[in-house]
Antibody, heavy 119, light 110 residues
Framework: QVQLQESGPGLVKPSETLSLTCTVSGGSISGYHWSWIRQSPGKGLEWIGYVYHSGSTKYNPSLKNRVTVSVDTSKNQFSLRLTSVTAADTAVYYC?????????????WGRGTLVTVSS | QTMVTQEPSLSVSPGGTVTLTCGLSSGSVSFNYYPTWYQQAPGQAPRTLIFSADTRSVGVPARFSGSILGNTAALTITGAQADDESVYYCGLYMGNDIWVFGGGTKLTVL
């Protein structure tokens, strides 16, 4: 059974860089698109960006200048970097897998990790 | 920027039927948007219920069904149960590798 697990600091200072990693266990990272999605406190979901197992990426235009998503197939992991964070970036960050035959939706989600931006 | 619209809240009686909708601030939702419905119970990660408008994910009870109704995507729960009380999000593929979610519908079963 494939599982996703987010990891990384729970507290980041304003203007610094948020870095998270998602570890895929029970299955291969190959052949899929992998995304980061966040949920600000009391708010809805926001797609951040994806990486394909080949390394190709696509980002939400609203975050494009600050976000990088990368993949490490040797470790079965993919990662998120978000630069110049502010309090508005405080959220639960989820990693998610796109459907295999249909990448237009997310079929598997991690449990999420709360990242707070505060000095 | 086009936004995805959902009812902020709905309620249903146990055993009853309720329909949640997912629309666009400009335009109509069709199969081309590959509407997906996600259920998020309190304190839990989202769970995929329905994808491509009307296909149930593996393990999802048959009381959940999806459809396109007029210019919206719809999620119908037939025979609602207490543990269906959750927030339901609609996600749409907007094309050009962009995904957008609605604000969610908080469903109360009472």
């Amino acid at each position: 059974q494939v599982q996703l697990q987010e990891s990384g600091p729970g507290l980041v200072k304003p203007s610094e860089t948020l870095s998270l990693t998602c570890t895929v266990s029970g299955g291969s990272i190959s052949g899929y698109h992998w995304s980061w999605i966040r949920q600000s406190p009391g708010k809805g979901l926001e797609w951040i960006g994806y990486v394909y197992h080949s390394g190709s990426t696509k980002y939400n235009p609203s975050l494009k200048n600050r976000v990088t998503v990368s993949v490490d197939t040797s470790k079965n992991q993919f990662s998120l970097r978000l630069t110049s964070v502010t309090a508005a970036d405080t959220a639960v960050y989820y990693c998610a897998r796109h459907g295999f035959a249909s990448y237009w939706y997310f079929d598997l989600w991690g449990r999420g990790t709360l990242v707070t931006v505060s000095s | 920027q086009t936004m995805v619209t959902q009812e902020p809240s709905l309620s249903v009686s146990p055993g009853g039927t309720v329909t949640l909708t997912c629309g666009l601030s400009s335009g109509s939702v069709s199969f081309n948007y590959y509407p997906t419905w996600y259920q998020q119970a309190p304190g839990q990660a989202p769970r995929t219920l329905i994808f491509s408008a009307d296909t149930r994910s593996v393990g999802v009870p048959a009381r959940f069904s999806g459809s396109i109704l007029g210019n919206t995507a719809a999620l119908t729960i037939t025979g609602a149960q207490a543990d269906d009380e959750s927030v339901y999000y609609c996600g749409l593929y907007m094309g050009n590798d962009i995904w957008v979610f609605g604000g969610g519908t908080k469903l109360t079963v009472l």
